[in-house]
């Protein structure tokens, strides 16, 4: 029992070192120290889908009219601005693209960026209101992380982008058992569900069309082998010394 005990710990010591090559991320040979490297990174402004949840304020000189755009959350006596809050005093993009908007009605603005549904919007409201002023912002930018970070979850992003790092810094960065090469983005798009497998130790992610997230965007970050090998090792360290304690009771017991 113990030349068992004896080995299992020598394979519990080798299966349980971390090396920097697995911890580190976007690693580049060819980066010194201060000197820039310069990175092409895509970005493509998020174009509005249904369900998405616009904010939309009218601001004029004419309060009692631009009023009846600007909804009121009437449960937010406080002024306390949260999720739920901007959503019910957000105007809701429905199945067929469009909103509805008080005087206006209903309006076109899926497969429109943020800025071209506001100038959009603006053009309309100026035919029943001289000199007012549109201003539109996406409130559902949502992200979720799961996995093997330190605290999963869903995010609001108050901005119109955000990328891998940005989320998983929301998240409060990887765990030491977490694997640097296989981190799962999950994305929802018109005809389905994409996903692709990214890796954080590529310098060239920074070059991906993956690298800025999208509203609704999934992350899940999986254990890495060595780690799992480590807790099956745990487990089976934890057993075996039961049941060598069990052992060494009976032994006891028999002697007596």
Do not use: H, W
């Not at 519990?12 to 060819?30: G, H, P, R």
């Not at 469009?98 to 005087?103: G, K, S």
């Not at 559902?140 to 605290?151: A, C, E, T, Y």
């Amino acid at each position: 029992m113990r030349k068992i005990l004896c080995y299992l710990l020598l394979i519990f010591l080798a299966t349980s070192c971390i090396t920097k090559k697995e911890l580190v991320y976007m690693q580049n040979e060819k980066l010194k120290k201060n000197t820039p490297t310069n990175f092409t990174t895509p970005y493509k402004e998020y174009e509005l889908q249904p369900n998405d949840v616009l904010s939309i304020k009218v601001l004029s000189v004419q309060p009692e009219t631009s009023n009846l755009f600007n909804i009121v959350d009437p449960s937010n006596a406080f002024g306390i601005t949260g999720p739920s809050s901007l959503f019910l005093s957000g105007y809701s993009i429905d199945q067929q693209g469009r909103v509805t908007l008080p005087i206006i009605g209903q309006l076109k603005v899926s497969g429109l960026t943020v800025a071209q549904a506001q100038e959009q919007i603006q053009r309309s409201l100026d035919r029943y209101i001289n000199d007012a002023t549109v201003v539109t912002k996406l409130i559902s930018f949502k992200i979720s992380v799961l996995g093997d970070v330190r605290n999963p979850g869903y995010y609001y992003v108050y901005n119109e982008q955000a990328s891998l790092l940005e989320a998983l810094s929301m998240a409060g960065d990887l765990t030491q058992g977490a694997s640097r090469e296989n981190i799962k983005l999950i994305r929802q798009k018109p005809g389905g569900t994409e996903v692709v497998l990214l890796d954080l130790k590529d310098p060239n992610l920074v070059q991906s069309q993956y690298y800025y997230l999208k509203p609704n965007d999934v992350l899940y970050v999986e254990p890495r082998k060595t780690q799992i090998k480590r807790d099956n090792l745990v487990i089976v360290s934890t057993v075996l010394g039961v049941l060598s304690t069990a052992a060494l009771i009976l032994n006891f017991v028999n002697i007596q």
